[in-house]
């Protein structure tokens, strides 16, 4: 398939694109397509999937769920992709800082999960943390955009693509790509450091039972 082909699966195919001399531009720009997340398809094949060119296998749901995500667990039930959310939150306080996640989408073959704190905060700026998704979504950088992020590589070895905030009127966010099982997922954190959504982006688990 052609990069070109397939938006939600560009960022992966920039990652061959980019080499290990990408740079780092302005900021992500996302392309919004005109077809729902809902109908799309996600390949599971892509010259990037970090594991072996075997059969994909069931993922057994984690015993460590990240507290903040059991809220939402039930409505994340049926879709088809590996649900992978982050077992590590950068600014989660142990001591009491309240966090919240909220589904701000959820089809078939992807999801977009809000980090903020507030419970209904839906990715607004005053509130915003930072943002999970799977599969593809609007939010997930696409082959328009590999020029501005560059290659990092996540535990392991795997190829992933980072997007460094940059500030306006307020800032946004440092946005992280990779794939597991030849689906794209995206971890991303409001004025983030490289080194904490490594560690968000590492610390991803099986979150529900396929």
Do not use: W
Not at 61 to 72: E, H, M
Not at 162 to 178: M, Q
Not at 200 to 208: K, Y
């Amino acid at each position: 398939m052609s990069c070109y082909s397939s938006l939600a699966l560009g960022a992966v195919c920039a990652l061959v694109m980019v080499g290990g001399s990408g740079t780092a531009g302005s900021g992500v720009r996302y392309a919004h397509s005109s077809v729902s997340s809902r109908d799309q398809r996600p390949s599971v094949r892509s010259p990037l999937d970090a594991a072996s060119a075997s059969p994909r296998s069931p993922l057994p749901a984690s015993p460590a769920v990240n507290p903040v995500f059991r809220p939402i667990l039930p409505r994340l039930k049926g879709v088809s992709v590996p649900v992978l959310l982050p077992t590590y939150i950068p600014r989660q306080d142990p001591k009491g800082l309240r966090l919240y996640a909220t589904v701000d989408d959820r089809g078939l073959y992807s999801y977009l999960i809000n980090i903020g704190f507030a419970p209904d905060c839906h990715g607004a700026t005053a509130c915003r943390l930072g943002e999970v998704t799977g599969g593809p979504e609007v939010d997930t950088p696409t082959i328009f955009d590999y020029p501005q992020g560059r290659h990092v590589r996540l535990r392991g070895g795997a190829l992933a693509l980072y997007y460094p905030y940059t500030c306006g009127a307020s800032c946004g966010d440092s946005v992280l790509v990779f794939q597991r099982e030849g689906v794209v997922y995206t971890v991303s954190l409001k004025a983030g450091a490289l080194g904490d959504v490594l560690s968000m982006a590492n610390s991803v688990a099986p979150a529900i039972a396929l």
